[in-house]
């Protein structure tokens, strides 16, 4: 069984389109996060929910629209992304108070034309 | 097993000294080491080492990587109460469950007083 999952793996979408990322975890994890990774560039965290509640916004534009409907769901709602927003967008999660561990899922490509 | 060990635990200096942060690992495959400062719920990225002894820099903050030793080092010159905070040393470690784990130290809490 795999710990953290995302669907789709790959995405392509217009910059009119709306589109959802979907991430699920199996670990129990009660805390789970939003990354992004640019090309050449370190991951730069988006948003963080704990216990479903939202705790973290890293100064993300509106057009990325966050969802948490339980613990081991998380979804990143897409509308009227900009080319510049293609990138990979890696889910987590972890346990609080455990440690910091992070378990990633494969991520999703996303390229916005 | 894949470990990072981050001393010391905690550290109280005052506004201008300047700190030393250590952080040394032991993971399979290595390929970074990152830095991040956390005040809040969420850590904040500082640096990613890849290469030994080349020096990462940004304002007072600067990191170099030692892949013979195994470890890292953080310093911050002049510190200031801003930089009061709990700074985490992590590496990507292995795959459990299908999933890539993010392996952190367990943090130095830095307190900077006036």
């Known amino acids: 069984e795999t710990g953290v999952t995302q669907t789709p793996r790959h995405l392509v979408m217009g910059m009119t389109n709306k589109k959802s990322l979907k991430c699920e975890q199996h670990?129990?994890?009660?805390?789970m996060y939003w990354y992004k990774q640019s090309a050449k560039k370190p991951l730069e965290l988006m948003f963080v929910?704990?216990?479903?509640?939202?705790?973290e916004n890293n100064s993300v534009p509106s057009r990325f629209s966050p969802e948490c409907p339980n613990s081991s769901h998380l979804f990143l709602h897409l509308h009227t992304l900009q080319p510049e927003d293609s990138a990979l967008y890696l889910c987590?999660?972890?346990?609080?108070?455990?440690?910091?561990?992070?378990?990633f899922g494969p991520g999703t490509r996303l390229t916005v034309t | 097993e894949d470990k990072v060990v981050q001393s010391p635990l905690s550290l109280v200096v005052h506004e201008g000294d300047t700190v030393t942060l250590n952080c040394s690992y032991e993971v399979t495959n290595f390929r970074s080491l990152l830095w991040y400062k956390q005040e809040k719920k969420a850590p904040t990225f500082l640096f990613m080492l890849t290469s030994s002894g080349i020096e990462k820099k940004s304002g007072r903050l600067s990191s170099i990587l030692d892949k013979k030793e195994l470890f890292s080092i953080l310093n911050i010159t002049a510190t200031q109460t801003g930089d009061s905070a709990v700074y985490l040393c992590a590496a990507p470690g292995g795959y459990q469950g299908g999933s890539e784990k993010l392996v952190f130290g367990k943090g130095t809490k830095l307190t900077v007083n006036p």
């Open positions: 670990l129990g994890h009660n805390a």
């Open positions: 987590a999660s972890s346990q609080e108070g455990q440690g910091f561990e992070q378990y």
């Open positions: 929910y704990n216990f479903k509640e939202q705790t």
